[in-house]
């Protein structure tokens, strides 16, 4: 199966990254890629933190889900929507969710980001807990042939929400994301081969890349990495497509070389 993970730059308005979402998956698509993967927040890169509350959407309507489920239906292909905000019981407080739909536009998964980012230096400081209320829930899905395990960006710096996504091992591990520059340029590719070398599965991370209308500088590096930590296509920074071939004999060649987690204690 190929499969595609999109790089953006997104900016403040809503409609503006719903367009190119649009245009990224249909090049996708027309590639032959069969799954698609959206990066973090790719549909707002608010001016503040609380600007997501106020494009917050229902569980289940909105036009960006709408616009994810239009286009996993029109060019037939499994759609991981990076991450919207989607309205919690706590007015002050959106759950950052990784919607997935399958090829005839039908919600298959949602995933609510459980690690929260926080980072405080001399020159940026984030706090994600203040608008954005956590997930509690490990989420997988079965996409067609492939077992998806679903997270986002944060998460990837806990090991163990992965090992619990392992049983049984996923095939593939998603991680859209919004990575600062700082934080990307030290851990960003390093924990993404830890990732896929431990769990031995192909990684699809879907990333933001570039400066923003508001000023922040993610990380980009959108990448595919196959079960023995080889990076198989990256983008550095801009929009644009990232593409590779997710190949189910290199999984099984890998594990059964190196049955590691066949040898498992705990976790």
């Known amino acids: 199966m190929k499969i595609a993970a999109l790089q953006m730059v997104s900016t403040t308005r809503v409609e503006v990254n719903l367009d190119a979402a649009r245009r990224l998956v249909a090049e996708a698509a027309r590639a032959g890629a069969e799954l698609v993967a959206l990066p973090e927040y790719f549909c707002v890169m608010g001016r503040a933190d609380s ?17 994810l489920s239009d286009a996993a239906r ?23 969710a990784n919607c997935v739909y399958a090829p005839d536009g039908t919600l298959a998964a949602r995933y609510d980001k459980i690690h929260l ?11 994600e807990g203040r608008t954005i209320r956590a997930g509690s829930t490990p989420t997988t899905l079965q996409a067609g042939a492939l077992r998806v395990g679903l997270s986002v960006c944060y998460d990837l710096r806990f090991p163990e929400l992965y090992r619990e996504l392992m049983h049984p091992p996923c095939d593939l591990i998603s991680v859209p994301a919004a990575f600062t520059y700082t934080t ?3 851990h960003w590719e390093l924990l993404l081969r830890a990732r896929a070398v431990e769990n031995q599965c192909y990684v699809i991370a879907a990333a933001q890349g570039g400066t923003h209308e508001n000023g922040r500088r993610t990380f980009g590096h959108s990448m595919i990495i196959d079960p023995w930590g080889t990076v198989v296509a990256v983008r550095p920074e801009g929009e644009g497509v990232v593409l590779a071939e997710l190949d189910p004999a290199r999984i099984a060649s890998v594990r059964r070389q ?8 705990s976790g």
């Not at 190196?258 to 204690?265: N, V």
Request: hydrophobic fraction near 40%; glycine fraction near 10%; charge should be negative.
């Open 258 to 265: 190196l049955p590691a987690l066949a040898h498992r204690r």
């Open 51 to 67: 600007d997501k509350l106020a494009v917050a959407e229902a569980p289940g309507d909105g036009p960006v889900q709408r616009m």
């Open 184 to 186: 990307g340029l030290a």
């Open 117 to 127: 980012f926080k980072f405080d230096s001399e020159r940026d400081h984030y706090d």
């Open 74 to 96: 029109a060019h037939g292909v499994w759609l991981i929507g990076g991450t919207l905000p989607i309205r919690s019981s706590d007015p002050e407080r959106v759950l950052n």
